[in-house]
């Protein structure tokens, strides 16, 4: 049994220790907006904050987990900073297919937290997520709108 704090809520989850928090937040707890990509934490789209830090779900243990621990998810994100990237997302029309969008928005929201004006190489050095369509450019710029950076 674990016990986990997720977007504000402690639950209990009766999972094996080794389960993957990606599993148990998509499988048992039924949020769905942090995907499964690679499964080897390369590619971010299961990108989740835990106490304000970026992580990639799908290898993260729920056994290296604390109830005390704030895990937050696509669906518990409510910040300025989070609010200012979306607004920046539409405004750009930064996705193409989507898919990895959740875990980009993860990332560039805890960038924005750390940084609320960052540099280029700030960014490149946070948003390390892999977008099949290619859209760098237009996130970075995203990031840019949301902390009023002429890009």
Do not use: F
Request: hydrophobic share 40%; with cysteine; proline share 5%.
């Amino acid at each position: 049994m674990a016990r986990l704090t997720i977007n504000g809520t402690t639950r209990d989850i009766d999972v094996e220790p080794d389960t993957p928090l990606l599993w148990v937040l998509r499988e048992q707890v039924g949020l769905t907006g942090t995907k499964y990509g690679c499964g080897v934490a390369q590619c971010g789209a299961c990108t989740v904050h835990i106490d304000g830090e970026v992580v990639r779900a799908c290898s993260m243990p729920v056994s290296a987990l604390t109830p005390e621990q704030k895990i937050v998810t696509i669906e518990g994100l409510d910040s300025p900073a989070a609010q200012a990237i979306q607004k920046a997302w539409v405004a750009l029309d930064v996705p193409q297919c989507g898919y990895c969008q959740s875990g980009q928005i993860m990332a560039a929201t805890a960038l924005l937290a750390k940084h609320p004006k960052p540099t280029d190489e700030q960014i490149a050095e946070a948003m390390t997520n892999i977008c099949r369509c290619g859209t760098y450019n237009r996130i970075k710029a995203g990031i840019k709108q949301a902390a009023g950076i002429a890009g």
